[in-house]
């Protein structure tokens, strides 16, 4: 199941090719051009010519809001207000997501590290364990991770645990940040892990429910771009990026997976979307799994 949210394209209204001349906007090929070039040189986004009409959808309702008639007043905008280049990063990236989502990595997680973290760490508290969700969306992804890790070490609050959650999209970080989710999500959810969620204060039942405070407190929330600079000290135990090299072209993939390999400890894991299978060799990573490699130790 999608996301509970309306997706961006369909609160656009994208236009097929064919209704081009419907369009409320001027949009000429110099103006979707730049446009990729920008999402490409600052965030890696590659919009390749089939994605044009998803750009004049997504990028419509923030002429309207501007009040801009034409896509190269819009250009001008952007190069006159460094800030709006937030803005248009967070119109154009694709969050779809769900809860417990390609569930055989929450599988994985649970039986290599959760449980093993737990045995070991059953005598003393304060053991550090830290797992990133790099591409995080509204925060399905780092949701689901908590309550996997919470539900099999029983006393994660004596220990060092954190789950670090982190997004280019400013908006979708603020909506994660939240941790609501429409009823309808819990299908989703197998049924030992929905004690983590009541429903939302103030509505009627059935309608929202909200992750509660002790899940929401294993993880930390942030804007980062991953073609940036990682304040990072320390090694994370896991690593998810799931359907975030999608939007990539090779020489970026290559380039972040030789970081997450750096970033990810000896003998911890990254997880990967279905689609994002790694070709050729990636030196100090082992296929271990769907879809999930071991950094050698
Ligand atoms: C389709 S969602 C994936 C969400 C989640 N990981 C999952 O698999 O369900 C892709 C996310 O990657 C983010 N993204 C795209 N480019 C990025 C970049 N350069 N740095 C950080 N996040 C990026 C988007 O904003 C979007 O929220």
Redesign the pocket.
């Known amino acids: 199941m999608a996301s509970t949210t309306p997706t961006k394209a369909a609160r656009a209204g994208e236009l097929p090719a064919a209704e081009d001349s419907r369009r409320e906007f001027e949009f000429s090929d110099a103006d979707f051009r730049h446009l990729s070039k920008l999402a490409y040189d600052h965030?890696?986004?590659v919009l390749a010519e089939g994605k044009r009409n998803l750009v004049y959808g997504r990028l419509s309702r923030r002429l309207r809001t501007l009040n801009l008639e034409t896509f190269r007043q819009y250009r001008d905008f952007l190069e006159a207000n460094e800030r709006e280049v937030q803005s248009f990063i967070n119109s154009i990236?694709?969050?779809?997501?769900?809860l417990f989502?390609e569930s055989h990595h929450f599988d994985h997680l649970r039986a290599n590290v959760a449980i093993p973290f737990a045995q070991a760490g059953r005598s003393k508290s304060g053991s550090r364990m830290r797992v990133w969700?790099a591409?995080?969306?509204s925060g399905?992804?780092p949701y689901t991770i908590a309550m996997v890790l919470k539900h099999d070490i029983p006393d994660i609050a004596r220990h060092d645990v954190k789950i670090l959650a982190?997004?280019?999209?400013t908006d979708?970080v603020a909506k994660a940040v939240a941790g609501e989710f429409a009823t309808s999500a819990m299908d989703e959810v197998p049924r030992q892990y929905r004690e983590y969620f009541r429903n939302k204060d103030g509505e009627p039942k059935g309608q929202t429910v909200v992750v509660n405070q002790d899940v929401r407190s294993l993880i930390t929330f942030r804007k980062?771009?991953?073609?940036g600079e990682w304040p990072f000290k320390g090694l994370f135990d896991a690593i998810?990026c799931?359907?975030?090299m999608i939007?990539f072209d090779g020489p970026t993939k290559t380039r972040l997976v030789e970081r997450f390999t750096q970033q990810v400890r000896p003998g911890g894991f990254l997880y990967i979307?279905h689609s994002e299978s790694l070709i050729g060799g990636h030196p100090g990573l082992s296929l271990v799994g769907r879809t999930i490699y071991r950094r050698e130790a």
Do not use: M, P, Q, W
Request: proline fraction near 0%; charged fraction near 25%.
């Open positions: 965030a890696g986004i990236s694709t969050n779809h997501t769900k989502r969700s591409g995080c969306s399905e992804e982190t997004d280019i999209d979708i980062l771009n991953l073609l998810f799931r359907n975030v939007y979307g």
